[in-house]
């Protein structure tokens, strides 16, 4: 079964595979939880579910039009709500005596926060852990008792109401680990970088504000949340300052071997908007548990200085010992909106030849203050560990040819550990763009050589439907599903030999890479204004750098168009729709044979 929720307030149920006489795709159950969702029915339903396969249930988290977040659970088979729920998340629950953690700040009501963090579960299903962040509320974490059906502990992120910042707005939400401890990181505010309040936009001198950190939070007996660790980098106040969250993407947990490092219990965190990457020794993290360290603007001279794990290598970001900037240029200023690095959730691959690799998706930008996307939109680092020395990160690899727009998290596969493969679904347009509209948006599905980092796939232009941000493909099964404004699956078919991977194709797309695309059904006497409008200024020039428009003249149109929308020249078709780029590329192969043609 494939469980799929939306912001309209629905959640269904449908078969993945066929089974008997139920075809795949037939929907099994189909429920609106959300009658009136809030926001005028668009924020109904935003954070992935989560389910406890032990007792045949799936929690959802959904907003309604009195602003109030209500956490349902459902009977997976049937979809029907179990006894005692919904529970409301209120503000009343939250404020009671004992609940919050930290300090006297109050959960908002009446106020629509985000709750976009993916929910998770403890080892056992007991408690239910929700994020938030968003609005004009400070970031929270609550713990719900799942068998009491209440709300347990809280934790805010600033101890006082008034320093609304920090937000838990990542869509991966929390991790834990296998002892049950908490990791999610917090961000910026981007109303105080609007009001330009500089350093002071983080509070830096209140205790107990945890903003542009990483958290370890571990959870009592009876569902209270206790702070246990924090990491807070060396220049947070300055990246707040300027809204480039830190919490803008989710930690992901990594396990060496046991005596593989002087750390093992590792955390790794990419996916923010400044592109770095960061290692921490998860048990042993280096922050204060009162207050955050003074403002500082050098990763390594003078005191404080960044406390990650840090490569001994100089990075060319600082000039100095620092994270690891992957998706550049490396800014303290730039990086809201257009300009930002990345939001995702990285990827651990643990190679068959003991290798621990992470990868991660984000837009690296052709400047400092540019919005347009270059390479690299995926990369590789890999955690060097030696027995007597602690672990680093390692820049190991890029993608060379894609430029990704917006992709989300990356998805890693494989077999036993070998023939890995990396998905990545790219929204195809810069955040700032509509999702909505006569004609929205496409997204596009790509498949990587874990290994090569060579493509292997993608989709075709316009295959996938209308999509929302942040969003990421299940695989299972030899199967691929995406979820746009329908449930779309790929699956295996006849198999390719492909040196040092193993190759395959999907039934959906073109064989290997380009499109096929019927001339048919595009009109190519539009193809010279469109040309004109978009390739002359360039083609048409003598440079032995770009191919006359001569040379294109009579290439196969599925090459054209793969070019147009995978390689250098996908920025320049950015606005134009599937139609337009075939028209361009059927009208380039036509004009040889009409000039040819006896």
């Not at 805010?156 to 990542?170: C, D, F, H, P, Q």
């Not at 209308?466 to 006849?494: H, S, W």
Request: charge should be negative; glycine fraction near 10%.
């Amino acid at each position: 079964m494939v469980f799929a929720v939306s912001a309209t307030g629905f959640i269904a149920a449908i078969n993945a595979s066929p089974a008997g006489s139920v075809p795949a795709g037939a929907t099994l159950w189909q429920r609106r939880l959300l009658e009136r969702p809030c926001s005028n029915g668009t924020r109904g339903i935003l954070s992935t579910p989560v389910i406890d396969r032990q007792l045949g249930r799936i929690y959802v988290v959904g907003c309604d039009e009195s602003r109030a977040w209500h956490a349902h659970a459902l009977d997976l088979a049937s979809g029907a709500t179990v006894t005692g729920w919904p529970l409301d998340l209120s503000a009343d629950a939250v404020n009671s005596p004992g609940v919050n953690a930290n300090g006297n700040n109050r959960f908002p009501s009446g106020v629509v926060m985000l709750q976009r963090g993916a929910l998770n579960l403890s080892g056992d299903g007991r408690w239910l852990y929700v994020a938030f962040g968003g609005g004009t509320s400070s970031g929270w974490l609550l713990s719900v008792d799942t068998l009491q059906r209440r709300v347990a502990g809280a934790f805010s992120v600033t101890t006082r109401t008034e320093e609304s910042i920090g937000g838990l707005w990542a869509s991966g939400g929390p991790a834990i680990d296998s002892e049950g401890d908490l990791y999610i990181a917090s961000g910026s505010a981007y109303i105080n970088a609007l009001m330009g309040m500089g350093n002071q936009a983080v509070y830096p001198d209140s205790e107990g504000n945890w903003s542009q950190s990483i958290l370890r939070l571990v959870t009592g007996v009876e569902g209270s949340l206790r702070l246990a660790g924090t990491y807070t980098p060396f220049n947070y106040c300055q990246a707040g300052g300027e809204d480039l969250d830190l919490g803008s993407g989710t930690p992901i947990l990594v396990d060496l071997p046991s005596g593989a490092s002087a750390s093992t219990a590792l955390l790794v965190h990419g996916g923010n908007k400044q592109g770095n990457v960061y290692l921490l020794d998860r048990k042993h993290m280096p922050g204060s548990i009162v207050r955050r360290q003074a403002c500082t603007t050098d990763p390594i001279k003078g005191a404080p200085s960044d406390t990650s794990l840090l490569s001994p290598d100089v990075q060319p970001a600082f000039g100095t010992r620092g994270p690891l900037n992957v998706f550049g240029p490396y800014s303290d200023r730039v990086g809201v909106g257009d300009y930002a690095k990345s939001r995702t959730t990285p990827a651990y691959l643990n190679t068959a030849t003991g290798r621990h690799l992470v990868y991660l998706t984000g837009t690296a930008k052709a400047s400092l203050e540019s919005s347009e996307s270059v390479v690299p939109g995926l990369a590789r680092v890999e955690i060097i560990a030696s027995p007597d020395a602690p672990p680093f990160l390692h820049l190991d690899a890029v993608q060379t040819e894609l430029i990704l727009q917006n992709p989300a998290s990356p998805v890693i596969t494989s077999s036993r550990r070998e023939y890995a493969i990396v998905w990545v679904l790219d929204v195809n347009v810069l955040p700032s763009a509509s999702l909505y509209g006569e004609d929205p948006p496409r997204p596009v599905l790509y498949a990587v050589d874990a290994v090569s980092m060579e493509l292997l796939w993608r989709s075709s232009p316009g295959q996938l439907y209308p999509t929302g941000k942040y969003n990421e493909p299940l695989v299972t099964d030899g199967k691929v599903f995406v979820g746009t404004d329908r449930i779309q699956a790929f699956g295996l078919g006849a198999t390719m030999e492909r040196q040092g991977a193993k190759a395959f194709r999907l039934r959906e797309g073109r064989d290997a890479l380009s499109p096929k695309a019927s001339s048919a059904a595009v009109d190519i006497t539009k193809g010279p204004a469109l040309y004109e409008a978009r390739c002359a200024a360039c083609h048409d020039q003598e440079r032995p750098d770009v191919p006359s428009l001569g040379e294109l003249s009579g290439l196969e149109a599925t090459d054209i168009v793969e070019k147009l929308t995978l390689g250098s020249m996908q920025v320049h078709v950015l606005g134009l729709d599937s139609d337009e780029v075939r028209t361009v590329a059927h009208w380039l192969e036509a004009r040889e044979t009409t000039i040819t043609s006896p």
